[in-house]
């Protein structure tokens, strides 16, 4: 029994590791061709690539550091009216997907906009008065925007369980706000700064919807260049390496931050003054009010604002709403399937990693874990090369049709990237699961599968439940892997989102996109539920 669970987790390992261990096997097919295809990349393509990644990732890095570091201070060593609201309002820019933004800003600000119309009509300008946003700037606003609550959440948790006593301390201690701020607070929050950075960074050189849509020539877009485009598999492989190589660093970077961590966290009393918030009064509080206010604004009032005026000046009776719900329901098919099997995957990992202790288990759980590291366009490469190996060496297989022309790719493809999501979800359950109780419940005859079942499921129905609703908005709203690898009439609300957008008719493309952000609220709504709860 032992062998064949061994087996089995081997195998999932190997299914779900398809995608990179082909892409990295790709550079075993060096030749002649394969030198002269690198060759004309590094003297052509390949250092715009480069560049324009490193300047997007750079920009983003500043502005989701700063933005996020400041809206946490502020909502936690400071106490101003309104500041509970803006706790949880700093986190609805999470339930905006960025390329959906890029929709919103670029219909209001561009050139034939209504902004820049109304501008040249009042004051009787010519000409563009506003910088392009379709450009690597534009690009950098939007991801700051969307991206920032990654760097507030996680900063904002570090400091009211750390720094909030040691900042009184000093205060007491005579050091004025700014030395406080320098020397006690930013020191304790950096690990939790570094890992926010890492997740905002991985999502960037994921990205496909907003580069694509500003023509922006990263790694991202090259790989589907090369690949659809110029019908270069190899240069799509090795350009998929090349990103995947970038997202290894971040890792590496925010695995060395956490390592440097050591502090213990200290809680005073309760009814204590000593991690009292410092009260603002008169212009410090429409200062506070600036700082958490103009992210909320940029990254999620506006943008639905601009939406729902596109939606209001199109033709209604034009719009497709029969096919809106055909969309809507491909949408909501395909989240389901995944999110179920994510979930059943995630539970018999997570049952194997409590109940055995052995290097097949780790690695496994390790391995799959990493899935959501690897963006969506190294599965895509990663899935169809050896796709297309298979069907040169065998033409008659029918792997290339239940790849490409069934769901069973593009749920391959989901799976591998969204089960860490649902494992880090069962994961947290598994945590709060006593390891007495499975020992109780071996001595009353439950083991294997009736342990997991009446012992483990009851105490794990709420983890489970999250982690099939983080799958399902995830899913919902992925678009790289979508656009490529879905079945002939099986558009998803983000695919058609993303060609209606490309096509400039806005005014359609708002309704699949508001449905993708109502959709992305429920998650961070529960998520300011919780951490409401939590620091109650």
């Not at 997007?56 to 936690?76: I, K, P, R």
């Not at 202790?357 to 990493?370: E, F, I, K, M, Y």
């Not at 439950?446 to 342990?451: D, F, Q, T, W």
Request: proline letters at 5%; aromatic letters at 10%.
């Amino acid at each position: 029994m032992r062998l064949l669970q061994t087996l089995a987790l081997v195998l999932l390992a190997a299914v779900l590791c398809v995608p990179v261990l082909s892409v990295l096997a790709s550079w075993a097919q060096w030749d002649a061709g394969t030198a002269n295809i690198l060759s004309e990349m590094a003297a052509t393509v390949l250092p715009e690539y480069a560049l324009t990644t490193v300047i997007l990732c750079v920009g983003v890095a500043l502005g989701v550091v700063g933005v996020g570091t400041v809206t946490a201070m502020a909502v936690t060593l400071v106490d101003f009216p309104g500041r509970r609201q803006f706790e949880w309002l700093l986190l609805l820019p999470m339930a905006m997907p960025a390329y959906v933004v890029a929709y919103a800003y670029t219909d209001f600000f561009q050139f034939s906009g209504p902004f820049q119309t109304w501008l040249r009509a009042s004051f009787g300008l010519q000409g563009r008065l506003l910088p392009e946003i379709r450009s690597t700037g534009g690009a950098t606003l939007i991801f700051i925007v969307v991206l920032y609550p990654y760097v507030y959440l996680l900063a904002r948790a570090a400091l009211s369980e750390r720094a909030a006593h040691l900042m009184e301390a000093a205060r007491l201690m005579g050091a004025p706000l700014s030395r406080r701020l320098r020397q006690v607070a930013l020191p304790m929050i950096r690990p939790a700064l570094v890992a926010g950075l890492a997740l905002a960074l991985m999502e960037v050189l994921a990205d496909y919807g907003v580069v694509t849509y500003f023509g922006i020539q990263t790694f991202t877009a090259g790989i589907y260049k090369a690949w659809l485009s110029m019908d270069n598999r190899v240069a799509a492989a090795q350009l998929a390496t090349m990103l995947l190589a970038s997202v290894v660093l971040v890792l590496s970077l925010e695995r060395h931050a956490r390592r440097r961590q050591r502090f213990a966290s200290v809680r005073g009393r309760a009814g204590s003054n000593e991690a009292q918030a410092l009260p603002l009064s008169g212009s410090g509080v429409v200062l506070a009010w600036a700082v958490c206010g103009v992210p909320i604004l940029l990254g999620f009032v506006l943008p639905v604002a601009f939406q729902l005026r596109a939606l209001y000046a199109a033709d209604w009776e034009m719009l497709p709403w029969t096919r809106y719900l055909a969309w809507g329901w491909n949408s909501v098919y395909l989240a389901g399937l995944t999110a179920a099997l994510a979930v059943l995957l995630a539970l018999g990992l997570a049952y194997v990693q409590r109940t055995r202790r052995d290097w097949a288990s780790r690695g496994v759980v390790g391995l799959v874990s990493l899935g959501y590291a690897v963006p969506g366009a190294v599965v895509l490469v990663g899935l169809l090369l050896p796709v297309g190996w298979v069907q040169g060496r065998w033409p008659d297989a029918q792997l290339g049709y239940w790849i490409t022309a069934t769901v069973l790719g593009l749920i391959w493809a989901y799976l591998v990237r969204f089960t860490a999501v649902a494992m880090q979800s069962v994961h947290s359950g598994y945590t709060r699961i006593a390891p007495s109780l499975d020992e109780s419940a071996r001595m009353l005859g439950a083991s294997g599968p009736r342990l997991l079942a009446r012992v483990h499921w009851p105490l794990l129905k709420r983890s489970t439940a999250a982690a099939g609703l983080l799958v399902f908005v995830d899913v919902m709203k992925e678009l790289p892997v979508t656009v490529v690898l879905r079945p002939f009439n099986t558009d998803t609300l983000a695919v058609i989102a993303n060609q209606l957008a490309r096509d400039e008719r806005l005014g359609e493309a708002a309704v699949p996109a508001l449905a993708l952000v109502a959709v992305g609220l429920i998650p961070v709504m529960l998520l300011s539920r919780a951490l409401r709860a939590k620091s109650g």
